[in-house]
């Protein structure tokens, strides 16, 4: 590997890791707050998804195919489509949302999220550093 590719490959892992950081931490912010914050929090977690689709484009641009990484990372987060469905619901149908479990449920989600990214993004990065990531066409 190219310096200069090598450099392309860290640029592109390290918006891959900054856009999981970006989207969890607002992705969970967003069970906990109502009204215009709700939007702006929204708003701010899609810039994270906006810098995944940036990193990954960078991975294709140095003829990387990583779309299974991506796969890992965009499984996890549906987990916490769970969360706002229950937050949605309660708005539309009128439950009470209760908040002890609200915060237990998405803390207990976002760790077991943050564990199983954690490994996936270790295991990416090995798989960068040891070259064993098909190349595309």
Known sequence: MTKTMANEVKKAFTLFLLAQGIVYLFITLLS????????????LMHGGIALFIYS??????IHLEV????????RLL???LILLGY???SHLFGYDMHNQVKMFSTFSILLFVLIFAIHASKRFYKDLQNNRISRSA
């Not at 990954?56 to 641009?61: N, P, Q, V, Y």
């Open 32 to 43: 906990f707050v109502e009204g215009l914050w709700f939007v702006l929090v929204l708003l």
């Open 87 to 89: 937050k949605i619901g």
């Open 67 to 74: 779309k299974h990484y991506y796969h890992q990372i965009y």
């Open 56 to 61: 990954k484009r960078l991975f294709h641009h």
């Open 78 to 80: 549906a987990l916490f």
